[in-house]
């Protein structure tokens, strides 16, 4: 309500800027909730507007956000498509003054929300290169919170991939940066990655502890949209420390909360889990006499199936998500 209300103030007091500051500060709020609808209508009068004004820059973020949109729907073939565009007005560059008045750089921005869809199609070098030209960009730029933007979606591929020994030195130089500079968003985001890539790569309890007071700190912040893919994080950490149980309990309800939530871009994660090795013989344990484990495993291997159908994922994707684990580290730490 009162994101509403600030932006019917700045529509009757302000100028175009202060309108399309306040459009970019409800999408935010609506994306970071998981109400994809609202997020759109914002974006698409953002877009109206910035059309009737003739103004470039305000059209190019507004295409950003749509693209973003298509993101977190699972529309990834769109959502490639639209950043595309967008990432192609980088002749409109506007002025230091107004370069962050959306928070970061939101060329950067989009090029990362590229890089991210490139790698789940399947376009893996090319992703590759888009998400290390925007971590060049912004060290270039040297704007923190534009860095950690850029940082963050590089941490999630490597989430992605099961590689906690190469995340785990990448999301603790993204943890200190954080707290260096009061980064409180992006600080609780980076402290989930490092609890599972620690909880897989050194210490299981410990890592464990680091990710469970992380998820709670982002559902205290209002932090919903990828709360699919953090309790699946969480269900892989708790394998790691042998709590079967409650893995199995955590990749259950990251499903449950994937089926009632508008963002479907971490459905696939959390089917691939309940699906893997690690969990098969942990079914009949815990269902005990409920279900056959064949018959367990083929409704889930059906929920997945039609998950990757709704996401838009290739089968190079799928396969992507199921790649084997990277070679085990020659560190002894990390060996243990």
């Given at each position: 309500?009162?994101?509403?209300?600030?932006?019917?103030?700045?529509?009757?007091?302000?100028?175009?800027?202060?309108?399309?500051?306040?459009?970019?500060?409800?999408?935010?709020?609506?994306?970071?909730?998981?109400?994809?609808?609202?997020?759109?209508?914002?974006?698409?009068?953002?877009?109206?507007?910035?059309?009737?004004?003739?103004?470039?820059?305000?059209?190019?973020?507004?295409?950003?956000?749509?693209?973003?949109?298509?993101?977190?729907?699972?529309?990834?073939?769109?959502?490639?498509?639209?950043?595309?565009?967008?990432?192609?007005?980088?002749?409109?560059?506007?002025?230091?003054e107004r370069r962050f008045?959306?928070?970061?750089?939101?060329?950067?921005?989009?090029?990362?929300?590229?890089?991210?869809?490139?790698?789940?199609?399947?376009?893996?070098?090319?992703?590759?290169?888009?998400?290390?030209?925007?971590?060049?960009?912004?060290?270039?730029?040297?704007?923190?919170?534009?860095?950690?933007?850029?940082?963050?979606?590089?941490?999630?591929?490597?989430?992605?991939?099961?590689?906690?020994?190469?995340?785990?030195?990448?999301?603790?130089?993204?943890?200190?940066?954080?707290?260096?500079?009061?980064?409180?968003?992006?600080?609780?985001?980076?402290?989930?990655?490092?609890?599972?890539?620690?909880?897989?790569?050194?210490?299981?309890?410990?890592?464990?502890?680091?990710?469970?007071?992380?998820?709670?700190?982002?559902?205290?912040?209002?932090?919903?949209?990828?709360?699919?893919?953090?309790?699946?994080?969480?269900?892989?950490?708790?394998?790691?420390?042998?709590?079967?149980?409650?893995?199995?309990?955590?990749?259950?309800?990251?499903?449950?909360?994937?089926?009632?939530?508008?963002?479907?871009?971490?459905?696939?994660?959390?089917?691939?889990?309940?699906?893997?090795?690690?969990?098969?013989?942990?079914?009949?344990?815990?269902?005990?006499?409920?279900?056959?484990?064949?018959?367990?495993?083929?409704?889930?291997?059906?929920?997945?199936?039609?998950?990757?159908?709704?996401?838009?994922?290739?089968?190079?994707?799928?396969?992507?998500?199921?790649?084997?684990?990277?070679?085990?580290?020659?560190h002894p730490r990390l060996?243990?």
């Open positions: 309500m009162a994101l509403a209300e600030a932006r019917d103030l700045a529509v009757r007091t302000g100028g175009a800027s202060d309108r399309f500051a306040s459009y970019y500060g409800q999408w935010t709020n609506h994306i970071s909730r998981d109400e994809m609808r609202l997020a759109r209508e914002v974006a698409e009068a953002f877009l109206a507007e910035a059309d009737s004004e003739s103004d470039d820059e305000g059209r190019s973020v507004a295409e950003s956000m749509l693209g973003v949109i298509h993101y977190f729907t699972g529309h990834f073939a769109m959502a490639r498509d639209v950043l595309e565009l967008a990432t192609r007005r980088r002749h409109v560059r506007p002025d230091a008045r959306f928070g970061v750089d939101i060329d950067i921005g989009a090029t990362v929300y590229l890089g991210l869809a490139l790698w789940i199609l399947g376009d893996f070098e090319r992703s590759k290169e888009t998400l290390e030209d925007a971590d060049r960009r912004a060290v270039e730029l040297g704007h923190k919170p534009t860095l950690a933007n850029a940082r963050h979606f590089a941490n999630i591929v490597l989430a992605h991939r099961g590689d906690s020994a190469s995340l785990l030195p990448l999301v603790e130089r993204q943890v200190q940066l954080c707290r260096e500079h009061g980064m409180a968003f992006y600080l609780v985001l980076s402290e989930i990655y490092f609890g599972w890539a620690y909880a897989n790569a050194v210490d299981p309890e410990a890592g464990l502890a680091r990710i469970r007071t992380a998820i709670e700190e982002s559902r205290a912040m209002g932090l919903s949209t990828s709360m699919p893919f953090f309790r699946s994080l969480l269900a892989h950490a708790e394998m790691a420390a042998k709590h079967e149980e409650q893995a199995v309990f955590e990749i259950d309800a990251a499903i449950a909360i994937a089926q009632r939530g508008e963002a479907h871009c971490d459905d696939s994660p959390a089917h691939r889990i309940s699906c893997s090795d690690a969990i098969r013989p942990i079914c009949p344990r815990r269902r005990k006499r409920s279900a056959p484990l064949a018959t367990l495993l083929r409704n889930r291997a059906h929920e997945a199936l039609d998950c990757s159908r709704r996401c838009r994922l290739p089968n190079s994707a799928i396969r992507a998500l199921a790649s084997p684990r990277p070679r085990p580290s020659s060996r243990a």
